[in-house]
């Protein structure tokens, strides 16, 4: 079923009701968007002498990060993880992704701050990897990048590194499709559900790269009033 551009309070607005009319676990929805990603890179060739840098938000974003880092390393690649939120400050789904990732034994770090040393450290994971996957912030980013996120994302845009964006690149406004101060520049996004309203938008694909449509699971009945016109 192809799915029109959605807006960022429909995408909300479907992850609650697949939840709460549905009984279906966001947990569930996550893994599939997270697998789903995995398989795209695997599909570019990434496997066992591939480096994987993920850098994961405290929220669903880097969720579906924590995800896809499981996901290749059942398949013998090297992943990396790296939070931008102490594990005690991390949300819902995203907290469960921590713990198995940290029983499974997959390396993962804490980026604390913003300051030179620090910076110098993440510059270095990422010249170390051959991919790197963009799990910071989702679709509810409002207002301008900040802080260690903008740091983050400028290191990254610097780095030349291939991105894969999870959902949308981060800072981008998923409505408008433009840049909240600084926003990743991707390869390709893997966008889940649907394309959001704002990769339409002129200069959008700057930061997008490829897009493509990973399906989470969430059920017709929800998505047919969201079916893309023929």
């Given at each position: 079923m192809g799915i029109r551009p959605l807006t960022r309070e429909e995408v909300r607005g479907l992850d609650a009701r697949a939840a709460l009319e549905l009984g279906l676990p966001t947990l569930v929805l996550m893994e599939n968007a997270g697998r789903g990603a995995a398989a795209w890179l695997r599909d570019q060739g990434v496997g066992p002498s591939t480096r994987v840098l993920i850098l994961c938000g405290s929220g669903n974003n880097g969720?579906?990060?924590?995800?896809?880092?499981?996901h290749l390393d059942a398949c013998g690649v090297a992943v990396r993880v790296v939070w931008f939120a102490q594990a005690g400050?991390?949300?819902?789904?995203?907290?469960?992704?921590?713990?198995v990732?940290?029983?499974?034994?997959i390396e993962q770090t804490y980026w604390e701050s913003g300051d030179l040393d620090d910076a110098e450290r993440l510059d270095l994971m990422i010249a170390e990897s051959d991919w790197v996957v963009d799990a910071l912030l989702g679709t509810g980013l409002t207002r301008p990048v900040e802080g260690r996120l903008h740091v983050a994302i400028t290191a990254i845009n610097r780095s030349g590194k291939p991105?894969?964006?999870?959902?949308?690149?981060?800072?981008?406004?998923?409505?408008?499709?433009?840049?909240?101060g600084v926003a990743v520049r991707a390869r390709a996004t893997a966008t889940f559900v649907g394309p959001?309203?704002?990769f339409s938008a002129p200069g959008a694909s700057d930061f997008t790269g490829a897009v493509f449509v990973v399906?989470?699971?969430?059920?017709?009945?929800?998505?047919?009033?969201?079916?893309?016109?023929?």
């Open positions: 969720g579906d990060g924590g995800v896809v880092a499981r400050q991390l949300r819902g789904d995203a907290a469960v992704q921590y713990d990732l940290s029983r499974s034994g991105i894969l964006a999870l959902d949308l690149p981060s800072g981008l406004d998923a409505d408008t499709g433009q840049a909240l959001k309203l704002g399906e989470i699971g969430v059920p017709r009945c929800l998505l047919e009033p969201f079916q893309a016109k023929t």
